[in-house]
């Protein structure tokens, strides 16, 4: 062995022998000599008033016992806000997009001279694909967004990291996860980005695989639906309320579990490694820039997901349309998968419908509900709903929406089956193209959409069973 090798298996020796916590015992002490030293030397007669409120407000936002209740209060809020802001434009985009503008261009390809078949593959298909993400997906996101940026530029989202370091470190992997697992919220490609801002090449790869568990705002409409369905509507009309908004939370909370539990399993197995340190030095809180926020949400986020979103939905829309029209023998394509599939999907506490939906509308979770619900008339043959096999619609009541799922054979079972598979399942297009653009890996990319999946169908085969031995 060569001098230099046995200076550095020496010093790798010493290294594991000092303990992990060897470079945060340095900073501490650093810190605590600083503070000794300063105690003695600093008059603070006269202190800036300034100074003295960031000192208040860190105490608060970064205490071991109000940290996190004001961390879980601020996205509470922030997530209220985004749901029950956005349902408006949502619904002006919708009527607009859907109501007003798709029979419009109906009528114009008809006048024109369109084929039938070619007038419902490009309206009834790829338009309407286009126009629910968009109606579906730009309100939240232009609201989610800027405020989220607005929490970042006040200084309050790098004491989140700092709160967050501890539980993430236990598990392998970096504080400044949770920064990129809250943006995950608001969009999961988003999200990928976001991990930049971690150094670790090994600690950013675990972010980008466990970001899918973070519910993205595709997803939300799908949660809230269908727990006010089935889990709101099995308690009394008073409760019903409070109910469905816990079982929503409570996914999104299973979501982070999950997030820890796959970092620790990936920290301990393909990607074994020991959390690096985080030095974090905790910005001033300063008043947000509101136009460069909006100009910095808009631009960089919400236009750029969107743009990405829209080239995945347009051909989902193309297959949706195809599969529900192409007959082989006496059944559509889309029959005959489901047919074929059901009774494996039940197996899980779902059915065929919803296997067909979330496979062929990976482009975009938006598209999921009104997929459903356009393949549950179509199968169940209800009579006045909808537009016709392949053309996508949602319907603004709730208790209709329900007549159709239960029409369709829905138990609660197969809600709260949707609602478990609908968290743990492949990311959509958008954000494996994110993933691979990020990480330059096939292979990264394709365990970041199997990993979810293996997950969802374990965990709701299990659900499924326990249910119908206690039932």
Known sequence: MSSRDYILKQADDLRWEIGENFHDHIIESLYKDAGQIASKVVKHEGEDKKYKFDQILDRLVTSRWTGFPIMFLLLAVVFWITVEGSNVPSGLLASLLVDTIHPLLKSFGTEIGLPIWLNGLL????????????????????????????????????????NMDNLYKKVGAHGKQALTMSMGFGCNAAGIIATRIIDSPRERLIAIITNNFSLCNGRWPTQILIATIFIGGAVPAHLAGIVSAAAVVGIAVLGVVFSLIVSWGLSNTVLKGEASAFSLEL????????????????????????????????????????????????????ELFINWSNPFAILFGLNGIILLAYIIAIPANEIVIPTILMLTVTTASLAGVGSGAGVMFELESVNETAQ??????????????????????????????????????VKWTVVSALLPIAMGFTLTFFVAQIWRMLS
């Open 123 to 162: 309206i009834d298909g790829a338009y309407l694909a286009l126009a629910w993400v968009v109606a579906v997906m730009l309100p939240p996101m232009a609201i989610f967004f800027p405020l989220f940026t607005l929490l970042e530029d006040f200084g309050y989202l790098p004491r989140v990291a700092f």
């Open 283 to 334: 910005p001033p809180y300063r008043p947000p820039r509101l136009l460069q926020t909006l100009y910095t949400s808009l631009i960089d986020r919400t236009i750029f997901v969107l743009w990405r979103a829209i080239i995945f939905a347009i051909p989902a829309g193309l297959v949706i349309w195809l599969v529900s029209n192409i007959s082989i023998g006496e059944l559509t394509i889309a």
């Open 404 to 441: 159709i799922l239960y029409g369709g054979g829905w138990t609660a079972l197969t809600g709260v089956s949707l609602m478990l598979f609908s968290l743990l399942h492949n990311p959509c297009s958008t954000t494996l193209f994110t993933i691979y653009k990020e990480t330059k890996s």
